[in-house]
C-alpha cells in the first residue's frame, strides 16, 4: 500500500505564477515531511520540510503547508521559475522506531514554461 | 563536510549475472543508510535501509540484497540479474536523530540486457 501519495502526475504552470504541488499521506505516525526536487539522472536534492507541530514553513519563494488533520501537505513555488522544471517528489518520516524509514511518493513533474 | 559517493554511474548487465554497486559516505558516524530503486516513469521505491553494522532491513522482497561491512559503506548486490532489476539506483544517508533530511548520491543507471 502507497503511504504517501502525489495523485497528479504532472503540472505545468506559467514563468512568476504559482506552483502548488500536493501530497497526501495514510499514515497516521509520520511526524515529518520533506520535499525533495530531482533533475533527470542526478539524485534528489532536498528542499523544504516541516514537522507536526507546525503548519507552515517557509523558505525563500518555497512554502510547504501541512493539514495534519487531512493528513495533506503542499508545496507552493511563488514566483515559478524555468529552472524549477523538476519531479518533486513528497516523503515523510514516522515517530520513534519508524523514524528510520523515508518514505517516497510517486513524484510530480512540474514544467514552468517562459 | 559530509559527502556521499556512489558508483558506477552507469552499468550495463547481461541477465543472470552478478551485481555489486558500493556506496560510501565520508564526514559522519553512525549514519542511516539507505538504498532506493527508480523504475522508468515511477517513483523511488524503497529497497533497503540500514540503522547501522550489520543492521539491514529489506522493504521488499526480490532479487537484491544489501550489507553493510563498515560504517560508512552499504553495498547493493545480487547473484543473478533479472531483466526487472534495470532502473535507477540511489543510496542515500541521513543522520540518526529525528527530523533530519537525507542526502543522496548521484545514482546508477542499471540496464539488464
Known amino acids: 500500500d502507497q503511504q504517501v501519495k502525489q495523485n497528479s502526475p504532472s503540472l505545468s504552470v506559467q514563468e512568476g505564477r504559482i506552483s502548488i504541488l500536493n501530497c497526501d499521506y495514510t499514515?497516521?505516525?509520520?511526524?515529518?515531511f520533506l520535499w525533495y526536487k530531482k533533475y533527470p539522472a542526478e539524485g534528489p536534492t532536498f528542499l523544504i520540510s516541516?514537522?507536526?507541530?507546525?503548519d507552515k514553513n517557509e523558505d525563500g519563494r518555497f512554502t510547504v503547508f501541512l493539514n495534519k488533520s487531512a493528513k495533506h501537505l503542499s508545496l507552493h513555488i511563488v514566483p515559478s521559475q524555468p529552472g524549477d522544471s523538476a519531479v518533486y517528489f513528497c516523503?515523510?518520516?514516522?515517530?520513534?522506531?519508524?523514524?528510520?524509514?523515508?518514505?517516497f511518493g510517486k513524484g510530480t513533474l512540474l514544467t514552468v514554461n517562459p | 563536510s559530509q559527502t556521499i559517493h556512489q558508483w558506477p554511474a552507469t552499468l550495463v548487465q547481461p541477465v543472470g549475472s552478478p551485481l555489486s554497486l558500493e556506496c560510501t559516505v565520508e564526514g559522519t558516524s553512525n549514519p542511516n543508510l539507505y538504498w532506493y530503486r527508480q523504475a522508468a516513469g515511477r517513483g523511488l521505491q524503497l529497497l533497503f535501509y540500514?540503522?547501522?553494522?550489520?543492521?539491514i532491513s529489506s522493504e521488499v522482497p526480490q532479487n537484491l540484497s544489501a550489507s553493510r561491512p563498515q560504517d560508512r559503506q552499504f553495498i547493493l548486490s545480487s547473484k543473478k540479474l533479472l531483466l526487472s532489476d534495470s532502473g535507477f539506483y540511489l543510496c542515500a544517508w541521513r543522520g540518526a536523530a529525528w527530523g533530519t533530511e537525507a542526502f543522496f548520491g548521484q545514482g546508477t543507471r542499471l540496464t539488464v540486457v
Open positions: 499514515n497516521s505516525m509520520f511526524d515529518y
Open positions: 540500514s540503522v547501522g553494522i550489520g543492521q
Open positions: 516523503a515523510a518520516l514516522g515517530k520513534g522506531g519508524s523514524n528510520y524509514k523515508l518514505t
Open positions: 516541516i514537522s507536526s507541530i507546525k
